[in-house]
């Protein structure tokens, strides 16, 4: 069966550090993974995409990275900040539809 | 950038009862809207996959007799939870996607149902 899988406990780190969160994938080939954000109540809002043939794409204090060969994504924030806590998930693109992880929690403590 | 209106933003219903949830996408023109369910701490578990003018895709195992989607034109999606039983109690969440190319998604807001 396609699974997507991400940690699912919380990660907590502290303010000015950087988080690193894991999305790991079987059975797909995606033309590209997405990260999106999601506050408690809320809808996931979109932050960065990276498609198969990139390695690695940033975006302010965001980095990802895409290995297909390891069907693995990390995603980096650097300088964490307590208002980078929120769920994280990541998503991929296949056969037209979008699959979601189930998230994981990031707390940045001050 | 591009918003995407759901309502209502929660409801509380009895057994038995149907409920409308509406996604709107405001400034664009949404070919295609997803429609997704979360359980509190898991994934958002994608129940069908709404083209505007013709019939909803619906995913293994959701009903389409009880979860009906209506995509009238560009801007509006519907889904309407029929006959509605304490399992159907969740958080729906639609999503839009601008145009053939894009590759966004953007959210609604969510509606969190409650069925007594």
């Known amino acids: 069966s396609q699974k997507i899988e991400q940690n699912s406990e919380a990660l907590n780190i502290q303010e000015g550090k950087t988080a690193t969160l894991t999305c790991n994938y079987t059975?797909?080939?995606?033309?590209?993974l997405q990260w999106y954000r999601q506050d408690p109540g809320r809808g996931p809002v979109f932050l960065l995409l990276?498609?198969?043939?990139?390695k690695e794409k940033r975006k302010e204090r965001l980095k990802v990275t895409f290995d297909t060969t390891l069907k693995q994504s990390l995603f980096h924030i650097t300088a964490s900040q307590p208002a980078d806590s929120a769920t994280y998930l990541c998503?991929?693109?296949?056969?037209?539809?979008?699959?979601f992880g189930s998230g994981t929690k990031l707390n940045v403590k001050p | 950038g591009a918003v995407v209106s759901q309502h209502p933003s929660w409801v509380i219903c009895k057994s038995g009862t149907s409920v409308k949830i509406e996604c709107r996408s405001l400034?664009?023109?949404?070919?295609?809207m997803f429609w997704y369910r979360q359980f509190p701490k898991q994934s958002l578990m994608l129940m069908a996959t709404?083209?505007?003018?013709?019939?909803?895709?619906?995913e293994q195992g959701v009903e389409k007799d009880k979860f009906l989607i209506n995509h009238a034109s560009l801007t509006l999606s519907t889904l309407t939870v029929t006959s509605a039983h304490p399992e159907d109690s969740s958080f729906y969440i639609c999503?839009?996607?601008?145009?053939?190319?894009?590759?966004?998604?953007?959210f609604g807001s969510g509606t969190q149902l409650s069925v007594l």
């Open positions: 999503s839009a996607l601008p145009g053939q190319l894009n590759e966004k998604l953007f």
């Open positions: 059975n797909y080939s995606p033309a590209y």
């Open positions: 990276i498609r198969e043939n990139e």
């Open positions: 998503a991929l693109y296949n056969f037209n539809k979008f699959y």
């Open positions: 400034d664009f023109q949404a070919t295609t």
């Open positions: 709404s083209n505007e003018g013709s019939k909803a895709t619906y």
